[in-house]
């Protein structure tokens, strides 16, 4: 495999703005002062993804008392994402990033083993980001080639959410 991009606690989080599976632009700096839970998927409406999601949707409460927004990105097209929120009611926030620019500047695409093969494609990863008042954002916690299953409850518990 080759190099790619890896990033750690302490790395500056890439800056994105990307649409919502409503249309709108989101930007990391909109969530200054906070804290964002940014994860990559490979697709939307395939079961890893359904249960990732889901399991986010079903702790939002969790994430939302720890003061932590969460926000879920793939290289789906918005109108993909829409169908994916309203076929499972999601409440997270659903970015698509087709250009995979966003995906490539977090490590969460490029080469892996699937099943043996070396292959192009979305690495599942997971990100704690605190964005500072200039909406500059800090990596707190990641995750690279992490299992949809159980990811989240993973999350709450070892991140001390």
Known sequence: MTDQIRLEKGDTAPAF??????GEQVSLADFADQRVIVYFYPRANTPGCTTEACDFTEKLDEFSNAKVTVIGISPDPTEKLADFRAKHDLGVELLGDESKETLTAYGAFGEKK??????????????????DADGVGTIAQCQYNV???????????????
């Open 147 to 161: 299992r949809a299953s159980g990811h989240v409850g993973r999350i709450l518990r070892d991140w001390d959410l």
């Open 17 to 22: 703005t990307l649409p919502n599976d409503k």
């Open 114 to 131: 699937m099943y043996g093969k070396v292959t192009q494609g979305v690495i599942r990863s997971t990100f704690l980001v605190d964005v």
